[in-house]
């Protein structure tokens, strides 16, 4: 349903050239530029995160140490994991696109406190700095910081986690003003049942963003001052215990993975229907079983420590939960396949990613039981299954679910369509890339082959060989993508206010949007999914 | 026998249990796979807008009770069971059996000690006969390490500062790996000890023989040899001129070594002895620093004796 409103060429100031120069990026007050500067800082971290991974994949080529030492090899996966988690997957939906949309998907001009969002994006950038100052002694305790050896390293750990410290800090303020800004700002007629499925789910990360970030915050707090001071919270020879920076660690980490994970899903809850030109399916479902992972996900991480010495007891409660999660997750997965049903199915590049999504989310979900029951995470645990599982739940989801969004949103963000052929070209290669690095990775782990190793017995090379060359395919896919996304800045067709014909509030203003979003707040009657059946 | 290949197909009953659990998590989650990839590979063929048609939907439903109850209630039966199942046989897996034999095993910075009940200390090997319940009591010397049997589908980390345990019934002889999980350092990937599981009457014939051996005085060259052989020293040296892990030990008395730093040494008694104390004091050119430390481990009479044992290496 392209809206009536045809781009006219003496095209109004947009938001991105209303005013020029460098300082008016830095001072914006615009949700829109902060939702771009960050996605450019973001974007280009998944980029070094991604070589380092590379890297890794280079050195398990061969079995003995033939690239690089034990050593660097640790500071490579390390670098690889950090960057990946904390510069790259966890912000980038919300900070980057988040800020973009939320306040046009709810017809608001802004956020509720735009200031506090500029100070959120300078937080984040003053983190991104102390992190890189980090890479003098670049360490090599893995990402999960796991005590005494995080505690006894030479290597820079207190500057790194000061860092991921003042980007916690961002991410807690941008969820707090996300969160006013969804109760506060939405449009007049826009009840909760109105809200689009993206909203529910940023909302619903805010919510663990402000509750579990301040835990990691203190976690690291602690840490540090284990380092500087040796106070011993961590260390058994002064009556401390290991154990509890686990519980510490992965209070935090587990809800960050619905962190990771929920945006994603809201992205494809609006791409599908759009794609399908049918309403969603069980809307109601999918908003609150974002709610009930949100809140189901605080009762699990226990499961990461299975193995860690925990009592039996704690693990047992701790499986039980954790198939709680699986439940909500099904619903969705089985409410937007029902979406397609009798839709009238486009296959543009967005919807293509947004299959993808489901197609290796559901992988990544339905490996999940295999380390959740008690009996086979034994053997699983820390093994190159774990490794491939989480690729497939933040690569195969997440990033999916992101190259889903930035399809189908660049038109809104830069004014240009993207084009076509080379996206395609672009998703295959990921797609194939991706398979074969990471799906053989289960079989590998299955086989025992341990994570975080540098060197292997020989037993392990063919598998290992085929995952080094998946990733030179899946590098050679996001290399033609990005190629896309800058070529197509200038070069791509001018984009219409509404190039997919979706029923959402950001569709109906000019793209790029200008300063203001609206010219006039829109006045809701309607959900966003109403879209016209034909009897057959 | 430790020639043997090292086997990976399920070497104890609790093995093949877990690898049950595998089997049937497998069959429900490929159930659910085939079931929702099948549903969406069809709807996206069959329902595909083509050229020329109207791009409308021919339906609009957004709710179907019965539906959505079954996508709640069979996906939480299949959980609960696999819940259950797993924890019935994790139970296994955690109730060492009554009289099982007891080995220490303390975990550190780059290997796996373990020690015997008659006291015998060995490094990176361990020695148990097929058919025996064996509990091992897992404790760590510095950082965390994960003490992980492939082929017995067993892993439990070692913590400083208390203690942990894993147990086995091994069904037949051979050589199994035992690796460490839990990221420690360096040495990491290096750290790598073998089980071997011998039939019951040569493991006792060899275990009488190795608590006598360890009081026989031997010559001190020979004692040396039984030293190296003790403490694991060969998985990461050779005697005949290969390049392991660390540099051979042929030719190594008396020659000038290049170090990391570009300086060289002549590799005399004092040199050795601070390789075996201290070695991450010096660090040989073009080799990885993942020498444990044998200090506290190793005796200072036994250093005498490696010393005259790698002398006689020409
Ligand atoms: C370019 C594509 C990628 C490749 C080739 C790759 C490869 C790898 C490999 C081989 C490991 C295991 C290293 C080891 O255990 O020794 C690993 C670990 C990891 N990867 Fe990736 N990966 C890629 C993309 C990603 C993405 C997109 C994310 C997150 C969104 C990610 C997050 C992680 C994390 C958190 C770890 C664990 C690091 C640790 O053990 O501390 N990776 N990656
Ligand atoms: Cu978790
Ligand atoms: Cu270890």
Redesign the pocket.
């Known amino acids: 349903m392209i809206n009536g409103l045809i781009m006219n060429e003496t095209s109004e100031p947009n938001y991105l050239t209303e005013t020029r120069g460098l300082s008016s990026w830095i001072f914006t007050l615009d949700h829109k530029r902060i939702g771009i500067m960050y996605l450019c800082i973001i974007l280009f971290f998944f980029l070094v995160g991604?070589v380092f991974?590379?890297l890794?994949?280079l050195e398990?080529l061969k079995p003995n140490n033939w690239l690089m030492s034990n050593q660097t090899y640790n500071e490579m996966?390390?670098l690889?994991?950090v960057i990946?988690?904390f510069l790259?997957?966890i912000p980038v939906i919300p900070s980057a696109l988040g800020n973009f949309f939320i306040p046009l998907l709810i017809g608001a001009r802004d956020v509720a406190f735009p200031r506090l969002n500029l100070f959120s994006v300078w937080l984040f950038g003053a983190g991104v700095l102390v992190v890189i100052a980090s890479f003098s002694h670049p360490i090599d305790t893995?990402?999960?910081f796991y005590t005494p050896y995080s505690a006894r390293t030479a290597a820079a750990v207190t500057i790194l986690v000061g860092g991921i410290f003042l980007m916690g800090m961002s991410t807690i303020l941008t969820a707090l003003n996300f969160i006013v800004t969804i109760h506060r700002l939405r449009a007049p007629g826009m009840t909760w049942h109105r809200l689009p499925l993206f909203i529910w789910s940023m909302y619903a990360t805010s919510i663990i963003n402000v509750i579990a970030t301040p835990v990691v915050g203190m976690t690291f707090m602690l840490l540090m001052a284990e380092r500087l001071f040796g106070i011993g919270f961590f260390d058994p020879a002064k009556g401390g215990d290991p154990l509890l920076f686990q519980h510490f660690f992965w209070f935090y980490s587990h809800p960050a993975v619905y962190v990771m994970i929920l945006p994603a899903m809201g992205i494809i809850s609006e791409i599908i229907p759009v794609f399908s030109r049918k309403p969603i399916f069980g809307y109601r479902a999918i908003a609150y079983s974002s709610m009930a992972i949100a809140f189901s996900g605080f009762l699990v991480w226990g499961h990461h420590m299975f193995v860690a010495g925990m009592s039996n007891a704690a693990d047992i409660f701790f499986s039980f939960f954790t198939f709680s999660v699986a439940v909500p997750t099904g619903i969705k997965v089985f409410n937007w396949i029902a979406t397609m049903y009798k839709g009238s199915i486009h296959l543009d590049t967005p919807m293509i990613y947004a299959l993808t999504f489901i197609f290796s989310f559901v992988i990544g979900g339905l490996t999940g039981p295999f380390l959740g029951a008690l009996a086979t995470d034994v053997p699983l645990h820390d093994t190159y299954f774990v490794?491939a599982h989480?690729?497939y739940t933040?690569?195969g989801g997440?990033?999916m679910g992101l190259f889903a969004g930035l399809h189908y949103w660049y038109p809104k963000m830069t004014g240009r369509m993207l084009n076509e052929k080379v996206a395609k070209l672009a998703w295959a290669l990921i797609f194939v890339g991706f398979f074969v690095?990471f799906f053989n990775m289960f079989i590998l782990g299955f086989r025992g082959m341990p994570?975080?190793?540098a060197t292997y017995p020989p037993r392990f090379q063919t598998q290992h060989i085929i995952s080094t060359v998946g990733?030179w395919i899946?590098?050679a896919g996001i290399v033609i993508m990005f190629y896309n996304f800058i070529r197509c800045l200038k070069k791509g067709e001018k984009a219409p206010p509404n190039p997919w014909g979706a029923k959402t509030l950001e569709w109906q203003v000019p793209s790029p949007p200008p300063t203001g979003n609206f010219t006039e707040i829109p006045v809701i009657t309607d959900w966003p999914y109403s879209y016209p059946k034909r009897d057959e | 026998m430790s020639s043997a290949p090292t086997a990976f197909g399920a070497a104890s009953h609790v093995a093949s249990e877990v690898d049950n659990v595998f089997i049937f998590i497998l069959v429900i989650t490929a159930f659910f796979f085939v079931a929702t990839q099948g549903t969406l590979i069809y709807f996206v063929i069959r329902y595909r807008h083509r050229k020329g048609r109207p791009d409308v939907a021919t339906s609009s439903v957004i709710t179907n009770r019965i539906l959505e109850g079954i996508w709640i209630g069979v996906p939480s039966i299949a959980v609960a069971a696999i819940f259950f199942y797993g924890y019935t046989v994790w139970e296994d897996i955690r109730t060492v059996p009554k009289g099982a034999e007891e080995i220490n095993v303390t975990a550190r910075q780059w290997l796996y000690q373990f020690q015997y009940p008659d006291g015998r200390k060995s490094i990176n090997e361990v020695r148990v006969p097929v058919g025996q319940a064996v509990e091992f009591n897992l404790t760590s010397a510095d950082v965390l390490h994960g003490f992980y049997l492939p082929a017995f589908r067993i892993k439990q980390d070692a913590v400083p500062g208390r203690y942990t345990y894993v147990w086995l019934r091994a069904s037949d002889p051979g050589s199994y790996d035992i690796f460490c999980t839990q990221y420690c350092g360096v040495g990491h990937s290096q750290m790598r000890a073998k089980l071997i599981v011998m039939p019951p009457a040569r493991y006792r014939q060899w275990y009488r023989q190795e608590t006598a051996k360890a009081e026989k005085v031997l010559p001190l060259a020979d004692k040396g040899k039984a030293v190296v052989q003790r403490l694991g020293c060969l998985a990461c040296h050779s005697t005949d001129g290969t390049v392991k892990v660390g540099p051979t030990w042929k030719n190594l008395y008396e020659s000038r070594v290049l170090l990391e730093n570009g300086k060289t040494v002549i590799a005399d008694d004092n040199y050795i002895r601070t390789k075996i104390l201290n070695p991450a004091a010096t660090t040989v050119k073009g080799f990885p620093k993942v020498m444990p430390t044998f200090k506290g481990i190793i005796k200072d009479d036994e250093i005498t004796a490696v010393i005259a044992y790698i002398k006689t290496l020409k």
Do not use: C, E, K, N
Request: charged share 10%.
């Open positions: 991604g991974g590379l890794v994949r398990l996966f390390t690889h994991g990946m988690i790259f997957v893995g990402w999960t490794v989480f690729h933040m690569m997440t990033v690095t994570r975080r190793w990733s899946l590098a």
